[in-house]
């Protein structure tokens, strides 16, 4: 296919516009159609972003023939039944994080993918700026050696999303800070160092600031105002410790929210060098000769990550190349979040069963 894809997307709240803007910078896409539940949004997005077609429902908007594919932007709980309706309506899917509620409902979108024949492609934006990309080369080049440790920290002060809503509800989230933002930071380490083989977890969760709601004192808030007659019954603050078989381990710390600094990085370890991810212009510690020495990789940074995303996107429906991020690696993170809530349950180190 080398004709313009048509796309629609589903969902029309804050990273659905996203969507709409990122895909207005690529050349062979073309946003035909928007759909919401909420009428007035859908309208005003729909006018916001110039698209002609609205649909009230999913299911309305995947009956156009006129649609290749579609982004999915709704709330996690329904990530899983509208990319299987989607691949049911013989669509490709560019489908937000995290894949799923769980990895069982991952594995289903994987099968009907298969069963349609078509593109998956998982929204992992972060794999797509350049500092990534450039680690990511860097060790696959063998410039850290063997990786042995990777150390997450992803901390927010007062960032809990949506307070009552959706984002804080588990039966619509499927969790809290742990599905909602660890899963960036998980997918991403495992992405740059190639250690997709994650086998045993120990972990905890807790909530610790946004139940009572009322007491949750914040500056600002994503997806607010808080709804103070909603839900608070997720996590805002997990940390652990992962082991990828005998070769390497990944301790992580992730908050919504907690009273410490925010920082947000991603440190690996190997034994030629050491590189840390999310500290501004990555620099490689390694040795040269005798001595310690710091190697600063210089690289163009001026890129829109989720243009970047979508161009991915549609280049893999007209065949031009493959998706950056899969539905296999999708099921693999969201078997160690599974993990990652388990051992916390059940306060006890746990096999990974992907
Ligand atoms: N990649 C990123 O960095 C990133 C950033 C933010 C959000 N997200 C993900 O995007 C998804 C949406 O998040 P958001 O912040 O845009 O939420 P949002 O609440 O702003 O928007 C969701 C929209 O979906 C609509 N909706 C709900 N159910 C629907 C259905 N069955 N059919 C059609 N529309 C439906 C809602 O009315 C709402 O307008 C989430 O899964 C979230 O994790 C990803």
Redesign the pocket.
């Known amino acids: 296919m080398s004709k313009k894809v048509k796309i629609g997307i ?7 516009s996203v969507h709409a803007d990122a895909y207005a910078k690529v050349a062979d896409a073309e946003v035909v159609a928007l ?4 009428a007035d ?1 859908l309208k005003e997005k729909a006018a916001r972003h110039h698209i002609a077609k609205t649909y009230a ?2 299911q309305e908007l995947l009956a156009d023939a006129g649609i290749d594919a579609v982004s999915v ?4 709980c ?2 899983a039944p ?1 990319a299987i309706d989607a691949f049911k309506a013989g669509k490709h899917v560019l489908l ?3 894949m799923a509620l769980n990895a069982k409902l991952g594995r289903d979108i994987c099968k009907a993918r298969d069963a349609a024949g078509k593109i998956l492609q998982m ?1 992992m ?1 972060r794999r797509q700026s350049p500092e990534a990309e450039v680690i990511q080369q860097a060790i696959a080049k063998g410039r850290l050696g063997t990786i042995y440790q990777i150390n997450i920290k992803q901390i927010r002060r007062r960032g809990i999303p ?1 307070l009552g809503g ?1 984002f804080t509800t588990k039966a619509q989230s499927g969790g809290g800070a742990l599905i ?1 933002i660890a899963v ?1 930071s998980l997918d991403l380490a495992m992405w740059t160092t190639g250690l997709w083989n994650p086998t045993r977890v120990s972990a905890k969760t807790y909530s610790k600031f946004g139940s009572p709601m009322r007491d949750y004192h914040y500056v600002s808030m994503w ?1 607010g105002p808080p709804k103070y007659n909603g839900k608070f019954d997720v996590d805002d603050y997990v940390a652990g410790m992962v082991r990828f078989g005998k070769q390497a381990t990944m301790s992580f710390e992730v908050a919504w929210a907690c009273n410490a600094e925010p920082e947000n990085y991603i440190e690996i370890l190997g034994d030629k060098g050491g590189i840390k991810l999310g500290a501004g212009e990555p620099v490689l510690m390694t040795e040269m000769d005798d001595y310690q020495a710091d190697v600063k990789l210089i690289y163009d940074t001026k890129r829109d990550s989720f243009a970047a995303e979508m161009a991915k996107f549609v280049a893999a429906v007209q065949g031009k190349g493959e998706v950056p991020a899969t539905g296999e690696q999708g099921v693999i993170v969201m078997s160690l979040l599974d993990a990652i809530y388990k051992s916390s349950e059940k306060d006890q180190e746990v096999a990974i069963g992907v």
Do not use: Q
Not at 10 to 16: E, K, N, R, Y
Not at 73 to 76: D, E, G, Y
């Open positions: 589903i969902g029309a709240g804050t990273i659905g759909c919401d539940i909420l949004r429902t999913h932007c709704v709330p996690n329904s990530h509208i937000e994080k995290p929204g934006v949506g959706w909602d960036h997806a």
